[in-house]
């Protein structure tokens, strides 16, 4: 018997597939185009970067929702789910305040995607962090980054394997957050590291080095993740991973119960009303008269 898992999940069709590719394809050249860009090109801070950025991402998020509605996967039903699910995000994201790299938040991005799939995570993961940052005043030139690093962590969710279940599930959640928490620091940290030059301060084997060799600057750029952003990634993670043990069965539980009230992946046909065939009037014969 196919687990409970898998029945409700919103599918995923061949329209949310092209796009988010497109989305992720934008993300990766956001994050990662210094390290391949050439020497001698016109490099621009990312500071006046953002909001072309930010521009192109907004719309691409949107195809994403509206590439699962194509594909019949979300109804109105879907989408007032994914309003919710994206609003409470963003209203949990402010309790950790930033401290010690404290956010609630995922717990929602990463049972989102796991329950609904993951072209519903990638969609709550951003739409979570742009309304989180309209609630906290934290719109600014990282926050495009944010968005879309965020959406791949509800993305990996909802590609995990749909036969755990059980005890099992909670435990590859949990490995899987921890992992994608620490992830998703050192990423983000790749909008403002190839702008920090050895003279802020870094020293020569955590700085940027235009023209290095490709793997040397991802040593340095591993090197700087571990001796700045550590220190924030792994309380992030040792809370997802505490909140998914906690309250992931329940929480699971309760939107796969939703999923199958709203009936995502259930065709709407329309009964024939008996009373009013009843009332509709015989049909006319017409033939030769005799």
């Known amino acids: 018997m196919a687990p409970p898992a898998r029945a409700h999940v919103v599918p995923f069709g061949l329209r949310t597939v092209v ?17 391949l860009a050439h020497p001698g090109s016109a490099a621009v801070a990312h500071a006046r970067d953002a909001p072309w950025l930010f521009a192109a991402l907004l719309p691409l998020v949107l195809a994403v929702v509206l590439a699962q509605v194509a594909d019949g996967g979300l109804n109105a039903k879907g989408i007032a789910l994914l309003g919710v699910m994206s609003a409470a995000a963003a209203a949990l994201r402010p309790f950790g305040g930033g401290t010690g790299g404290f956010e609630p938040m995922w717990i929602v991005v990463i049972l989102g995607g796991r329950a609904l799939g993951p072209g519903f995570g990638f969609s709550v993961g951003s739409i979570g962090m742009f309304a989180s940052a309209l609630i906290t005043g934290g719109v600014g030139p990282w926050l495009p980054f944010q968005m879309i690093a965020a959406a791949w962590v509800g993305l990996g969710a909802g ?3 749909h036969r755990l279940t059980g005890r099992a599930e909670i435990v590859a959640l949990g490995a899987y957050a921890a992992i994608a928490c620490v992830l998703y620091g050192f990423v983000l940290n790749l909008w403002f590291w190839p702008f920090l030059s050895s003279d802020s301060g870094l020293g020569a084997g955590l700085s940027f080095q235009p023209g290095a060799p490709v793997l040397e600057n991802v040593q340095h750029w591993l090197l700087f993740c571990v001796a700045t952003s550590l220190a924030f990634d792994i309380p992030r993670a040792v809370l997802a991973v505490v909140l998914v043990v906690v309250a992931g069965r329940p929480v699971l539980l309760a939107l796969r ?11 709407v046909v329309f009964a024939a009303d008996p009373l009013l065939d009843a009332a509709a009037p015989a049909p006319v014969v017409s033939g030769p008269v005799p």
């Open 19 to 35: 796009s988010l590719l497109v989305a992720s394809t934008v993300g990766v050249m956001a994050f990662g185009w210094p390290l």
């Open 159 to 161: 590609l995990l394997p």
């Open 257 to 267: 119960r939703a999923s199958r009230r709203a009936a995502f992946d259930v065709p």
